[in-house]
């Protein structure tokens, strides 16, 4: 079975930059939607960016530090984040949903602290 394989994470302080990245462990096909979820400790998990061939799209207390971009042709997406602040300290998990259904990675431990 296909997964989704995240890259990227880490321990940085506050003010500093991360980029994720997402491709799958095999063969997908007619990705439409590529995402960035992420979920706190306690917190349910939360929709932060997602990509179209066409659109981006954002989650407020995103907007102006993450970007998402994606390679479609490759089934690849990344989210680059800037301005990191505590309380982006999250599991990141990417999703990709086309016509064979939604796929998931396993996640991403990103730790934001001083």
């Known amino acids: 079975q296909v997964r989704l394989v995240e890259s990227g994470g880490g321990l940085v302080q506050p003010g500093e930059s991360l980029r994720l990245s997402c491709t799958p462990s095999?063969?997908?096909?007619?990705?439409?939607?590529m995402a960035w979820y992420r979920q706190a400790p306690g917190k349910q998990r939360e929709l932060v960016a997602t990509?179209?061939?066409?659109?981006?799209n954002y989650v407020d207390s995103v907007k102006g530090r993450f970007t998402i971009s994606g390679d479609f042709a490759k089934n690849t997406v990344y989210l680059q984040m800037n301005s990191l602040k505590p309380e982006d300290t999250a599991v990141y998990y990417c999703?990709?949903?086309?016509?064979?259904?939604?796929?998931w990675g396993q996640g991403t431990q990103v730790t934001v602290s001083s």
């Open positions: 095999g063969s997908i096909f007619s990705i439409g939607t």
């Open positions: 999703r990709q949903v086309g016509l064979g259904g939604a796929y």
């Open positions: 990509i179209t061939r066409q659109t981006t």
